[in-house]
């Protein structure tokens, strides 16, 4: 098809190859394609239909094989159903932290409290925003050194935004009521923070959409800042893509982790580097009142940014008895006075 | 009061105030202070299974749901769930009853044992739904209610519009309901909202059906098809998958009006609508297809082509009446109609590719004519004069707009058109929601279909034309204008097509001489002139599917969708194989022929392919300066 142009030599030969080899590559496209379209016009017509994966995925259970494949803060669990036999939605697993040592390496789950039977359940909801070391290192007493880590990036960082917000609202109910238009762009900052931290949420999004084009002060604006303030407390569900950790850099135990993963199973070594690796760790830390029952407490919640009331709420005298009686194995009955009269 | 007691209190007015539950919580035992926590939870002692405990608090906060009004002690027991740490708890019994209390009414008890009455009068009988769960592999717990293998936490359909848009009606609704008439606006918004739409999507609901309809061991107890599948293969379920809600799912044809999915009846039942005597009737009600004739239950549903899966698994004492097996039987024409183009397909394409891709070898091997060095200068030479030029005009002005006229339908039939046929790609979901929806783009794929018959009919106009002056030229009767149009196949065309194969395998030196348009153009214009009348009829009987059923059977849909389906994979190869291949890629014209812009041929081309049409040529300029 194509015939050499007059020109020197070289380039012509340079040319012809390129001109081969480009015809080459379309004469195996052509080949390649149609043999494709035949295969399938082929299997359409011979072979059973097959359903597609996402018609037949379901869960029969939560297992730890999906919780391990969670892989970012916005991951939604599928299919969108709840797994079979398991009544309650689950829109969405807790944050992974990628950082965690202890349970990136394989060695224990991301939910990793499974002994005591009382307190397991509160201790695994503690494990989605605290680092293991706040309460299992056996080097600390008193009021410790803590800060935010965030879960993405292993980092140190500020505040999370959801709770910095809700102080800002809870403490400058003035600067709200009587400057609006000061406070305004910090709200409208820290929402959108928010709502990038828990991974989307349309009732949020709708309500920056509200202050954002409201005039500050007018009611609209006061009426979507005050349901942002009733809101937000209902996203403290442990999912802030940050960790509470100690200050004190953690003990470089990437080494030692990887020669006990390397020595074989029951073997003296193991055994010797997973003491090691352990020396420092309190496998039944007395943590749960000395973060929440201390005077001063273990963690400073204010400093951490904490709102007020929260940090009310958590060292409240009913809260300390509810875990002084959970950990000594005496049930603690839930008050009913709030309750519908049939119900008491 | 004891200091236990006193404990309490505080405890539960601390939390009330620091969780700042809205008036219309159905959370008063403040369950959600723990349970609104992601990682409450465990792994259970298998070490692999997870007992997660989360509940997300939104759905009571914002009334996601019919069940946003129960309290936590409603389903699970009081005395288990009151007490830190909980007993063991029993699993849900969800026919029992339970409290419903609205503001300034009186309580009233509701339960859902009624419907497990009407489980036991339809095809999903108790003993049925157990046999399923085993069959599973248990995904349902001892004790816990059958009702979780098709039902989890029910949730308020929302509609697409913005939030605010849903927000608005509800705040209008808070102005009078408030204290003073007491009812939560947003629940009453949503239940009545959400209940005139179905519950769930087609594809879930598909989803839901799935897990057991398309569970090999589910189909071998009860000799079932695979009726996921073969529902797939159907417009229906083509449609689902690209996300319409208008088009039928499961339990628009199995569940009869004014009834429920909790009566389904097997097809073998009378009382059901997809019993042979209902389904004519199911298929016209007034939501779907009103106005078509009764052979409209006709045409397939369920369709599944292949023999192998239309074969029964071998049934056994567990079997019931099979409901699902006369729904794909008798598809063997439908099946003959796809071997056809199957046959078809190999015996017109199969021939294209192999001659493009010998045509692209002689490129590759650097192989010509031996006379390919003349011809291509007698071409330059020819395309160098004006009336050489002329005459080497290989596609007239009316012959290039008709060209483009198909180029530009032909392009919108493919991109509305295909992402229908492979439905299962999410590229095609992808493309669908780009156009804007399954409505815009089957409207858009039946306006370009009209616009590529009106071109097509433009072209028959042209050819009438063509004819009626060549007649007058010539004075030849019309039979003898029509076989001497440029675009039909001679006996010739075939000899010079054997001679270029042999040429092609390297068994002939040289080519014969090829007239203006060569056998494979001549193929192609023949496929698509056939291919425009096959897809415009079988496109509009499926379009007036509803005036169709009025006077053929049902399985002329059918049977038109299938042709249909693969009379268009047949041109989309041709086309998007072979021709663009030829007119863009190839060596000698790429990045474009310029032929449908200019009409011309470049010089290579001519000296290949049209040395014939070269002599014509160069006879007609000899004969012009012979005339001056």
């Excluded at chain 1, 958590?314 to 300390?320: I, Q, R, Y």
């Excluded at chain 2, 209390?101 to 859902?112: A, D, L």
């Amino acid at each position: 098809m194509n015939q050499p142009s007059p020109v020197p030599r070289s380039r012509s030969w340079v040319r012809t190859i390129l001109v081969r080899l480009y015809t080459l590559s379309i004469m195996l496209i052509v080949v390649w394609t149609s043999y494709t379209a035949v295969a399938y016009l082929f299997g359409s017509v011979f072979t059973p239909t097959v359903v597609p994966p996402e018609l037949l995925t379901w869960a029969g259970e939560l297992n730890t094989d999906t919780l391990r494949a969670n892989d970012g803060t916005t991951r939604r669990v599928q299919p969108p159903r709840a797994p079979v036999g398991h009544y309650h939605g689950v829109d969405r697993w807790f944050q992974p932290d990628r950082h965690n040592n202890c349970t990136t390496v394989g060695c224990h789950e991301p939910l990793p409290h499974t002994k005591r039977k009382e307190v397991r359940a509160f201790a695994n909801l503690h494990a989605t925003f605290l680092d293991c070391r706040t309460c299992h290192d056996a080097n600390i007493s008193g009021p410790v050194g803590v800060h935010w880590i965030s879960t993405v990036t292993g980092r140190e960082q500020e505040t999370p935004a959801l709770l910095r917000l809700m102080n800002e609202l809870e403490t400058a109910g003035d600067t709200i009521q009587n400057a609006p238009a000061e406070i305004h762009p910090t709200i409208l900052e820290q929402l959108r923070a928010v709502i990038v931290g828990i991974g989307g949420d349309s009732a949020l999004e709708n309500l920056l959409v509200r202050i954002d084009t409201s005039q500050p002060g007018s009611p609209v604006w006061r009426q979507a800042v005050a349901r942002l303030e009733t809101e937000l407390p209902n996203y403290t569900r442990g999912d802030y893509s940050a960790k509470i950790a100690l200050r004190a850099p953690p003990e470089d135990l990437n080494e030692p982790t990887r020669r006990y993963l390397a020595a074989a199973p029951d073997s003296p070594e193991r055994e010797k580097l997973n003491q090691s690796i352990h020396k420092s760790v309190i496998s039944r830390p007395d943590a749960c009142l000395t973060c929440h029952g201390d005077d001063p407490p273990r963690l400073d919640l204010a400093a951490l940014g904490y709102p007020p009331s929260q940090v009310a709420a958590l060292l409240s005298a009913p809260t300390v008895r509810l875990i002084q009686r959970t950990i000594e194995g005496e049930p603690f009955y839930l008050p009913r006075i709030l309750e519908p009269d049939d119900a008491r | 009061m004891n200091r236990n007691v006193r404990c309490s209190i505080i405890l539960a007015l601390g939390i009330v105030s620091t969780t700042t539950t809205p008036s219309w919580s159905a959370d008063p035992e403040n369950c959600l202070s723990c349970h609104r926590y992601r990682g409450l939870g465990r792994i259970a002692d298998d070490g692999k299974t997870i007992a997660t405990y989360h509940v997300d608090p939104n759905y009571d906060d914002r009334a996601l749901g019919p069940h946003a009004r129960l309290r936590c002690t409603d389903c699970h027991e009081r005395s288990e769930v009151t007490v830190v740490p909980h007993h063991s708890t029993r699993p849900v019994d969800c026919t029992q009853s339970c409290h419903l209390v609205e503001p300034g009414r009186p309580e009233m008890r509701f339960g859902h044992a009624r419907i497990a009455e009407m489980l036991e009068g339809s095809v999903h009988t108790q003993e049925v739904l157990e046999t399923c769960n085993r069959l599973l592999g248990h995904p349902v717990g001892p004790g816990q209610s059958f009702c979780l293998l098709c039902h989890d936490e029910p949730v308020f359909r929302k509609s697409d519009e913005r939030r605010v848009d849903q927000e608005t009606p509800v705040s209008r609704c808070a102005v009078c309901h408030d204290e003073q008439l007491p009812v939560n606006p947003r629940y009453m918004y949503w239940h009545v909202h959400a209940r005139s739409r179905p519950a769930r999507s087609h594809a879930e609901l598909t989803r839901a059906c799935a897990m057991c309809h398309s569970n090999e061991a589910v189909r071998e107890a009860y000799g079932l098809p695979d009726t996921t599948a073969s529902y797939l293969l159907s417009f229906h379920g083509k449609a689902m998958l690209l996300g319409s809600e208008e088009t039928a799912g499961c339990l628009d044809c199995h569940v009869g009006q004014l009834q429920n999915v909790h009566l389904m009846q097997a097809r073998t039942d009378p009382a059901s609508p997809t019993h042979p005597t209902r389904l004519g009737d199911s298929c016209r009600n007034s939501a779907c297809h009103a106005a078509a004739g009764e052979a409209v239950s006709a045409a397939a549903v369920h369709l599944e082509l292949t023999p192998s899966a239309r074969r029964e698994p071998a049934t056994t004492a567990t079997s019931q009446p099979n409901a699902d097996r006369a729904s794909t039987e008798g598809t063997r024409v439908e099946f003959y109609v796809a071997i056809f183009f199957v046959v078809l397909i190999l015996f017109t394409f199969g021939p294209s590719v192999v001659l493009l891709s010998l045509e692209l070898l002689q490129v590759v091997v650097g192989r010509h004519g031996p006379e390919h060095v003349r011809h291509r200068q007698r071409a330059e030479t020819l395309l160098a004069d004006p009336a050489g030029r002329r005459a080497l005009v290989r596609f007239t002005l009316h012959q290039r707009i008709q060209h483009w006229l198909l180029f530009a339908t032909f392009s919108t039939l493919v991109i509305t058109g295909f992402p229908i046929k492979f439905a299962d790609q999410s590229w095609a979901r992808d493309v669908v929601s780009f156009l804007g929806g399954l409505t815009v783009t089957r409207r858009l794929h039946r306006w370009a279909g009209v616009l590529m018959l009106a071109g097509f009919v433009y072209h028959l106009g042209y050819i009438t034309w063509f004819m009626w002056k060549q007649r007058r030229a010539t004075r030849r009767p019309w039979l003898r204008v029509l076989l001497d149009l440029p675009m039909v196949m001679r006996g010739r065309d075939w000899k010079q097509l054997w001679h270029l194969l042999g040429h092609l395998l390297f068994l002939r030196t040289t080519r014969l001489p090829g007239g203006r348009f060569s056998l494979q153009e001549k193929f192609e214009y023949f496929g698509v002139f056939w291919g425009c009348i096959l897809l415009g009829i079988t496109g509009s009987l499926l379009w007036a599917n509803e005036w169709t059923s009025r006077y053929l059977s049902g399985r002329v849909l059918t049977i038109a969708f299938l042709i249909h389906t693969f009379e268009a994979f047949l041109a989309l190869l041709h086309v998007g194989v072979v021709h663009v291949a030829a007119v863009i890629f190839a060596p000698g014209v790429f990045p474009v022929s310029r032929a449908m812009w200019t009409g011309d041929t470049p010089a290579d081309k001519l000296a290949d392919a049209h040395t014939g049409w070269l002599d014509e040529a160069e006879q007609a300029v000899a004969a012009t300066k012979g005339d001056a």
